[in-house]
């Protein structure tokens, strides 16, 4: 059997679409368009073969926009969009959305959300139902602070089909292993794997890192997530082109595979495809 390597968390945006409104020129280095054919080299030097899409603006034009790059690409094999949950007829918009293929997960940007709540208002269930109904996965765009109710909104929906991005974006600057904080996500982190089914993404941690990150500033970290969802239940993802602001795509492939090493052959490749195909059935 010939295994892919699937990376599960990249993003294209191009700029005068206008709807990124996080993404301003203080970011000099990803503030402008990135598409496929600069995404290929960098796949292709990591050994990486297929992607999925994932969406950088909290509009549903974006998310047809995706769509549209991704079957043009070659190598998306899924695209994980937005749609406004909080509308009266989301169900009916995310019918629509999933009549396409490629769509493969439902995203809120929950971590820019104001309220830490938001997520467990009662006006998002028909959203989540009609998600779990079309088979998409829901990607968790959490911080530790939403970490509790992530456990109690997966407890709620068990029919849901989650995913924690970016480990839950630990503070790897700000923190030191073993500190109060440290170990109030590693707390949390085990208590969702243990009582619910979600998926992890082993993705994002360079970006919350300092600058001049080395591999062993990430390592417990990443060690953490092995020890709390295990090798069957992480999943590799670049977050590029925003891992560029954090040394890039080839360096922080290096560090993960380099993090997860000494696990067995096919650990190693379930974390960095297996997992992925299996999750978002692609």
């Not at 009916?92 to 208002?121: E, F, N, Q, S, T």
Request: proline share 6%; with cysteine.
């Amino acid at each position: 059997m010939t295994v892919r390597s699937i990376d599960a968390h990249q993003h294209f945006w191009r700029l005068a679409r206008g709807d990124y409104g996080w993404l301003t020129p203080a970011l000099k280095p990803i503030y402008r368009d990135f598409g496929p054919a600069e995404l290929r080299p960098l796949m292709g030097a990591s050994g990486v073969d297929r992607t999925i899409l994932v969406q950088a603006a909290p509009t549903e034009a974006e998310t047809l926009f995706m769509l549209e790059v991704a079957r043009a690409s070659g190598f998306v094999v899924g695209v994980v969009g937005w749609v406004d949950m909080e509308a009266p007829d989301a169900p009916a918009r995310i019918a629509a959305l999933a009549a396409d293929p490629l769509l493969r997960g439902i995203r809120p940007m929950i971590h820019d959300i104001v309220d830490p709540d938001w997520m467990l208002r009662r006006e998002l269930e028909p959203a989540l139902r009609t998600i779990a109904e079309r088979g998409l996965v829901f990607d968790l765009l959490v911080r530790p602070v939403h970490l509790r109710n992530a456990l109690t909104l997966l407890e709620r929906h068990p029919e849901l089909s989650g995913v924690i991005d970016h480990g839950a974006k630990p503070d790897i600057r700000g923190w030191s292993p073993g500190d109060a904080d440290f170990r109030r996500w590693q707390a949390d982190m085990s208590v969702l794997a243990r009582q619910t089914s979600a998926d992890c993404k082993l993705s994002g941690l360079a970006t919350e890192a300092a600058a001049d990150w080395r591999t062993d500033h990430l390592r417990p970290y990443v060690d953490v997530l092995l020890e709390t969802f295990g090798a069957q239940r992480l999943i590799w993802g670049s977050d590029w082109p925003v891992v560029d602001l954090a040394g890039g795509y080839g360096k922080w492939h290096a560090a993960a595979e380099a993090c997860i090493a000494g696990l067995p052959a096919t650990d190693r490749a379930a974390i960095f495809g297996l997992n992925a195909a299996r999750r978002y059935g692609v």
